[in-house]
């Protein structure tokens, strides 16, 4: 395993050279270390964006939950994330590009100003991205562990490091050249081994064939609720457009134009990888591999048993790629949501650049360090734990986002009321204090639409200066 550890190690190395060559410039200015001096291209943009969705759960834990649960819940879960999407190009692209801050609380703080927006919304973001956090670490132990023959919780403490080194020196910079390296690797990893898979076993039909005649429910919609496919396409339909992560990087656009542009292009090299994993790789390895006690392990069983070190290597580098590609920006989101959210505001007219510059570094190592505390005990099966974390997120988050930016009646009233209901309702279904027998996200966006509607219509209206600084988002 000697090679396949020289690769992995090159790779990691370059990672942090780029986060230490970036620190100079962008721990000097807000504008530069979280949204990149807002001049990214169109083309480095989508590809980043591709990356910052494409995680670890997309490559382990897409298949996993194939293996698992079959491919039509898979499907279900990510056919909600492409569709997400050119919904997030259409419905917030322009006017958050052109709103010109940094996070997505910025927006719906400015939008309905109330203390429980300012501190709820951030809170939110690292409950729930510290969830998604452990999912990518639990994608790097195993990896490292099947294939380099490093223990998991030697891997866990070694890939945690790397990545808060260059997140928390090189901020969005480090992270969008990282992650256009990284998309790459995972393009390329995924498109080969489906590619030499199919040449090996044949075309996707037959592959497709022989594994649903040995595991027929591969193939088919059994052993759970129909409200839980619908719950896992309405969480990432309705995610993309918000999710913290990627609202950031529409901000780092250079233009809106290239903002909408750039969602749209991932979205159709996001779709290659998933369909390849899922339609190719899962089939083969559901055939050589029936009894996989964990599912999360099946990508690894593949590349063991299907390739050479030199492949594999590159394969454990991919699966990191796409480990640090999400986590550095979940981490950078939280970082925003401590450093800049909640503390930025009381400390901005206070604290020496140098301050606030410690404080962005401190949180991101925070953060970094409780998600892999708790990675050292993971989850099951890796996507289906990030994306409950994900839904809190849709349910508070994106009928006032929505509402704020497109509806005049939207007003605070409705606003605070949407954010805290979709948060409460969703924690109270998902934890199972209550049970209505729907999807916990259908109910909480139910309920947020139903306090924004409410709110709008009792409340008071919204001043004519606010609508008309809406208006002008959309120019």
Not at 414 to 429: E, P, T
Request: glycine residues 8%; hydrophobic residues 55%; aromatic residues 8%.
């Amino acid at each position: 395993m000697l090679l396949e550890r020289i690769l992995v190690g090159v790779y990691l190395a370059a990672c942090v050279g780029i986060g230490i060559a970036s620190s100079r410039k962008v721990l000097a200015s807000r504008d530069e270390y979280w949204v990149a001096g807002r001049r990214i291209g169109t083309t480095v943009n989508s590809m980043a964006i591709m990356a910052a969705l494409a995680s670890g759960g997309s490559i382990i834990g897409v298949m996993g939950l194939a293996y698992a649960q079959g491919i039509p819940a898979t499907l279900a879960l990510f056919g909600g994330a492409v569709v997400g999407f050119p919904l997030a190009s259409i419905l917030v692209a322009r006017p958050l590009r052109n709103f010109g801050r940094f996070t997505i609380t910025d927006f719906l703080s400015f939008r309905y100003p109330h203390s429980a927006v300012r501190y709820l919304v951030p809170i939110l973001i690292v409950a729930a991205f510290t969830i998604y956090i452990v999912a990518q670490l639990k994608a790097a132990g195993i990896t490292a562990e099947a294939l380099l023959g490093i223990p998991y919780n030697t891997a866990l403490a070694l890939a945690t490091v790397v990545f808060i080194i260059y997140v928390s020196f090189g901020g969005m910079v480090a992270i969008t050249w990282t992650d256009v390296v990284q998309g790459f690797l995972m393009v390329l990893v995924i498109a080969v081994t489906a590619t030499v898979l199919i040449w090996r076993v044949g075309s996707p039909f037959e592959i497709m064939s022989q594994a649903t005649a040995v595991a027929p429910e591969l193939g088919q919609v059994a052993n759970r609720p129909a409200s839980s496919y619908i719950g896992y396409f309405i969480i990432w339909a309705t995610a993309i457009p918000v999710i913290p992560h990627i609202v950031m990087r529409v901000f780092t656009a250079k233009d809106a134009e290239s903002a909408r542009l750039s969602l749209n292009l991932s979205m159709l090299v996001y779709s290659m990888i998933i369909l390849a994993a899922v339609l190719v790789i899962v089939p083969v390895g559901r055939i050589d591999f029936p009894g996989l006690v964990d599912a999360d392990q099946l990508f690894l069983r593949v590349m063991e048993a299907q390739f050479s070190p030199v492949i594999r290597g590159i394969a454990v580098a991919a699966v990191l790629a796409a480990v640090m590609s999400t986590t550095d920006a979940l981490l950078l989101a939280c970082s925003s949501a401590i450093s800049h959210d909640i503390l930025g505001r009381h400390l901005r007219n206070r604290a020496s650049q140098r301050t606030m510059s410690l404080v962005r570094v401190g949180s991101t190592w925070v953060i970094g360090v409780a998600a892999l505390l708790w990675a050292f005990s993971p989850p099951d099966l890796i996507s289906e734990f990030y994306t409950a974390g994900v839904g809190i997120l849709s349910s508070s988050l994106f009928v006032p986002t929505i509402a704020g930016l497109w509806w005049r009646r939207a007003n605070l009233v409705g606003g605070v009321g949407a954010v805290v209901s979709g948060a409460v309702v969703y924690a109270l279904l998902q934890f199972g204090v209550i049970d209505v027998g729907l999807a916990p996200v259908v109910v909480a966006l139910a309920a947020s639409a139903a306090a924004m509607i409410l709110g709008g219509i009792l409340g008071p209206r919204e001043s004519s200066e606010m609508i008309a600084h809406i208006e002008t988002l959309h120019g």
